[in-house]
């Protein structure tokens, strides 16, 4: 099967998944507490004014922002922009979401960045050296490293980064994008909780693949131990670890969600908190959406990536086909 072939296949498949995502985030916004008028409305919040009078202009500004419209309307409505590449006005600033998402993406991408690179420079070595040193002291360390990593949840290992690191010893700012010790303290939270996931990912599938035949036959050949490991063996490993990249991917943009709240990051997760916190409708659909197609796009290039690497799926679907 060609790659064009299969790429139309996905995007086939695809587009009724994020149908249905769009419905349910749409439906279910729907069940929160909490009207996004009078939200607005107490925003601008006016002492003189009494209790009539903010039930009259939530209801004038229920009906500008069209939630007056029956449920259908309202998701056809929002339906039609979105295949028109508009997706939408936020209620509370009044300006479209792409450009204001467009400000944002910069610093959410530059932190998933930099937690991406300190997870590889954890779990490649962690997760190597506990599969080398099997069952050895090496190999505990790492595990408990690693079980302490996916235990410890990501804004409490924040709040101890910070406690040591910027308010003992002074090292790094807390606040804020600037220079690049502004990322330290949010990319090493971000990063190390996934890190202890793809370490022990790592550990496991490298103890696999050194039980096969050709991984005993290369050492009965005298290999030194490194060619044994980074040549033949680690190749193969990584093949569940590429597999399982785009749950990576994933974990970093939603994990910046609550780090960027942690630390003021201005990306993306914390312009989403705050429409949260507002009632914003337009902006938490838009989001919903972005991140599907995110996990969308990047479980095809997946998909790509694995057929690039192991021949074995090419060769099985040659059969079938």
Not at 210 to 216: A, D, E, I, T
Not at 256 to 266: C, G, K, L, Q
Request: charged share 15%; glycine share 8%.
């Amino acid at each position: 099967m060609s790659i064009f072939k299969y790429l139309l296949i996905r995007i086939a498949v695809t587009l009724p998944v994020l149908l249905g995502v769009t419905l349910l985030i749409f439906s279910l916004l729907r069940f929160i507490p909490g009207d996004p008028a009078q939200m607005i409305l107490l925003t601008m919040f006016d002492p003189g004014a009494t209790v009539t009078d903010l039930d009259v202009d939530a209801a004038i500004l229920r009906k500008q922002l069209g939630l007056d419209q029956p449920f259908a309307i309202q998701y056809l409505t929002w339906l039609k922009e979105v295949v028109s590449g508009n997706l939408g006005t936020s209620f509370r600033s009044r300006t479209p979401i792409t450009e204001e998402l467009w400000v944002r993406i910069p610093a959410t991408l530059e932190l998933a960045g930099a937690a991406l690179v300190v997870m590889l420079v954890i779990a490649l070595p962690s997760g190597i050296a506990g599969a080398v040193f099997h069952r050895r002291p090496t190999d505990h360390i790492t595990r408990f490293i690693a079980l302490m990593g996916v235990s410890v949840p990501n804004f409490f290992l924040g709040l101890v980064l910070v406690y040591c690191l910027s308010y003992l010893l002074g090292w790094f700012p807390t606040l804020g994008r600037g220079s690049w010790q502004h990322l330290v303290l949010p990319a090493l939270t971000l990063g190390t909780g996934l890190a202890a996931t793809t370490s022990r990912l790592l550990r496991t599938s490298l103890l696999e693949v050194f039980s096969k035949r050709y991984m005993v036959l290369a050492e009965a050949k005298g290999l030194p131990r490194s060619v044994i490991v980074y040549k033949h063996a680690l190749r193969n490993a990584l093949i569940p670890v590429i597999t399982s990249f785009g749950m990576i991917i994933g974990g970093l943009l939603g994990g910046a969600v609550i780090i960027e709240t942690v630390f003021s990051w201005p990306g993306i997760g914390r312009y989403v908190v705050d429409a949260i916190n507002g009632r914003d409708y337009p902006v938490i659909q838009a989001f919903a959406l972005l991140m599907a197609v995110t996990y969308v796009m990047i479980n095809v290039l997946i998909d790509i990536i694995y057929r690039w690497i192991d021949p074995r799926v090419r060769i099985e679907e040659g059969t079938h086909g």
